[in-house]
T-cell receptor, first 111, second 114 residues
Framework: SQQGEEDPQALSIQEGENATMNCSYK?????LQWYRQNSGRGLVHLIL?????REKHSGRLRVTLDTSKKSSSLLITASRAADTASYFC???????????FGKGTKLTVNP | DGGITQSPKYLFRKEGQNVTLSCEQN?????MYWYRQDPGQGLRLIYY???????QKGDIAEGYSVSREKKESFPLTVTSAQKNPTAFYLC?????????????FGSGTRLTVV
């Protein structure tokens, strides 16, 4: 079953602009994770935010989590052409042993 | 360098044939997972294993089988019972509890029925 839903499904921006992707989920979670997938490749883990955290940073990435709204956002600042990829959120429900992935946001950064 | 190796990268299956996808990791991770990805879709869990000689069904296990005889290896067999096997298959691992760790993924195997 799909737990997370990303929004928008596709996003096209110019290099240097910021990109924001959102993720909503349905049930209470232990943590939420974001992954990147380049075309035809495996996924790469970007960042993990726990349910008791509200914001986390890693380089040009900023993730927020609002458990009251059951939503998370991923902000990529000063985007580059190399950021072109699909981005997935994945949530870990409390007591679960497996991540549940959304369908992803396809980001295109135009040079 | 440590990582997960999936092979082959491309695989073609004839109707009624069983095929096995390889997944090997040298990260000393305890848990391993198999996901299926269809075009424009997210990942769906097929099987997972948290310890050698033990594994559990995921959301779409029908038509698939796995084994976990060694910590490093978690092969997936796509049987003839899987009616729509054409997809991109991803193997992942994690050192322990997902509360603290994310997945490390392999580069995937693209399976096509011919």
């Amino acid at each position: 079953s799909q737990q997370g839903e990303e929004d928008p499904q596709a996003l096209s921006i110019q290099e240097g602009e910021n990109a924001t992707m959102n993720c909503s989920y349905k049930t209470s979670i232990n943590n939420l994770q974001w992954y990147r997938q380049n075309s035809g490749r495996g996924l790469v883990h970007l960042i993990l935010i726990r349910s008791n955290e509200r914001e986390k940073h890693s380089g040009r990435l900023r993730v927020t989590l609002d458990t009251s709204k059951k939503s998370s956002s991923l902000l990529i600042t000063a985007s580059r052409a190399a950021d072109t990829a699909s981005y997935f959120c994945a949530s870990l429900q409390g007591g679960s042993e497996k991540l549940v992935f959304g369908k992803g946001t396809k980001l295109t950064v135009n040079p | 360098d440590g990582g997960i190796t999936q092979s082959p990268k491309y695989l073609f299956r004839k109707e009624g044939q069983n095929v096995t996808l390889s997944c090997e990791q040298n990260l000393n991770h305890d848990a391993m997972y198999w996901y299926r990805q269809d075009p424009g879709q997210g990942l769906r869990l097929i099987y997972y294993s948290q310890i050698v000689n033990d594994f559990q069904k995921g959301d779409i296990a029908e038509g698939y089988s796995v084994s976990r005889e060694k910590k490093e290896s978690f092969p997936l067999t796509v049987t003839s019972a899987q009616k729509n096997p054409t997809a991109f298959y991803l193997c992942a691992s994690t050192p322990g509890q997902l509360t603290y760790y994310g997945y490390t993924f392999g580069s995937g195997t693209r399976l096509t029925v011919v």
